[in-house]
């Protein structure tokens, strides 16, 4: 081990992190973002799923055993879309915990949101469910009209 490994090799973290952006529509009309909130690219079963041949490239390419996958949209727990995703989400998770016992790893997920959304019950419990965690944003600025401000101060 050359005098650099060994200073870095505490620092390493123990864990690797990567993002999978499901699709680009979006609820808000956030002033920082990039994204087509309106765009449907993405935005099927398929496509979805077809994102586990990535994880699994990924798995093969990176040595590291644990991962934080971060999954985000757009918004994926939009009031409109829980009917037909959470089942599809599901199944993109399975797919992956198939994966994590083929390549010996271990993922632990993380949605993210921007938490402006009215059916709070119904995606708590999809969560509970998969024991699943997710994160939001907190800058304020430049995010939400009246309305969603409320929705989102609700479910804080």
Same mark, same amino acid.
């Given at each position: +081990?050359?005098?650099?490994?060994? *200073?870095?090799?505490?620092?390493?973290?123990?864990?690797?992190?990567?993002?999978?952006?499901?699709?680009?529509?979006?609820?808000?009309?956030?002033?920082?973002?990039?994204?087509? /909130?309106?765009?449907?690219?993405?935005?099927?079963?398929?496509?979805? @799923?077809? &994102? @586990?041949?990535? *994880?699994?490239?990924?798995?093969?390419?990176?040595?590291?055993? /644990?991962?934080? +996958?971060?999954?985000?949209?757009?918004?994926?727990?939009?009031? /409109?879309?829980?009917?037909?995703?959470?089942?599809?989400?599901?199944?993109?998770?399975?797919?992956?915990?198939?994966?994590?016992?083929?390549?010996?790893?271990?993922?632990?997920?993380?949605?993210?949101?921007? @938490?402006?959304?009215?059916?709070?019950?119904?995606? +708590?419990?999809?969560?509970?469910?998969?024991?699943?965690?997710?994160?939001?944003?907190?800058?304020?600025?430049?995010?939400?009209?009246?309305?969603? @401000?409320?929705?989102? &101060? &609700?479910?804080?």
């Amino acid at each position: +081990m050359t005098f650099i490994e060994s *200073v870095l090799e505490d620092k390493i973290p123990e864990s690797g992190e990567f993002e999978i952006f499901f699709f680009e529509e979006c609820n808000l009309r956030c002033v920082h973002c990039f994204q087509d /909130h309106e765009s449907k690219l993405g935005q099927s079963k398929e496509a979805i @799923l077809g &994102k @586990l041949q990535i *994880v699994k490239d990924f798995f093969l390419m990176n040595p590291k055993k /644990h991962y934080i +996958m971060n999954i985000m949209g757009g918004e994926l727990f939009q009031d /409109h879309l829980l009917e037909e995703y959470l089942p599809v989400y599901s199944q993109f998770i399975q797919g992956v915990n198939d994966l994590c016992k083929q390549f010996d790893k271990e993922v632990r997920f993380n949605f993210v949101t921007n @938490l402006v959304f009215e059916q709070t019950d119904k995606v +708590m419990a999809w969560l509970d469910k998969h024991d699943l965690e997710f994160s939001v944003s907190y800058d304020l600025t430049g995010r939400f009209n009246t309305s969603q @401000l409320e929705i989102y &101060k &609700k479910n804080i």
